[in-house]
């Protein structure tokens, strides 16, 4: 099994809502990455978990709020957000931390109202 | 800033037409680059990489130049498919990171 899920597939939420993104592997990936995606841009990085510990935070607004509840699993907890949050959201694995080829999910599509 | 970036946003080829996608990088200190294709509706997928001391990877109908003197990178596609219209991101990786930095993206079109 060499695939990344993301649930949901879409998501509309208004500012004051609280929702949660969340993303599965199961091929013993140890590292575990959130991605901004905007329309027609790269990917921008936004967390990184190895080990289902935070090693890279870019300097991501605490609206945001990312947690690895066990080496499968990885969520991203929304809280607060604004319009400008709209995007798809990626999340991707990769065997460890290192030069390891990263798989990605289809993403999450978030509208903020 | 961003360090990587591509030369033309959309490339629009024929069937059975060869395709080069470029991209110039301006950090000297990257040494591993890759290229990835993204679906409408579906997240990046790795096609291949090379690392700074080859100048030359191919693999299925693909083919991965890197030219450090100019710093440029190009992506070759042999026989373009409608299977192939994506859009393309170069990635690089600084010496020492394990994290890649997305370049711009071209998007191929490959009319049939």
């Known amino acids: 099994d060499t695939e990344v899920t993301q649930t949901p597939k879409h998501l509309v939420m208004g500012m004051t809502n609280k929702k949660s993104l969340k993303c599965e592997q199961h091929?013993?990936?140890?590292?575990m990455y959130w991605y901004k995606q905007k329309a027609k841009k790269p990917p921008e990085l936004m967390f990184v978990?190895?080990?289902?510990?935070?090693?890279i935070n870019e300097s991501v607004p605490s609206r945001f709020s990312p947690e690895c509840p066990n080496s499968s699993l990885l969520n991203l907890h929304l809280h607060a957000l604004q319009p400008e949050d709209s995007a798809l959201y990626l999340c991707?694995?990769?065997?460890?931390?290192?030069?390891?080829?990263?798989?990605f999910g289809p993403g999450t599509r978030l509208t903020v109202t | 800033g961003e360090s990587v970036g591509l030369h033309l946003p959309t490339l629009s080829v024929q069937e059975g037409d060869n395709s080069i996608i470029n991209c110039a990088y301006s950090?000297?200190?990257?040494?591993?680059f890759i290229w990835y294709k993204q679906e409408s509706g579906k997240g990046p997928q790795f096609i291949i990489d090379i690392r700074s001391n080859m100048d030359k990877r191919q693999g299925q109908r693909v083919t991965v130049l890197l030219n450090k003197t100019v710093k440029h990178l190009s992506l070759q596609i042999a026989a373009t498919q409608p299977g192939d219209s994506a859009v393309y991101f170069c990635?690089?990786?600084?010496?020492?990171?394990?994290?890649?930095?997305f370049g711009r993206g071209t998007s191929l079109i490959v009319h049939p």
């Open positions: 991707a694995s990769s065997q460890g931390q290192g030069r390891d080829e990263q798989y």
């Open positions: 091929m013993g990936h140890r590292a």
């Open positions: 950090n000297s200190a990257s040494d591993y």
């Open positions: 990635a690089e990786n600084i010496w020492g990171s394990y994290i890649p930095t």
């Open positions: 978990y190895s080990y289902e510990k935070l090693s």
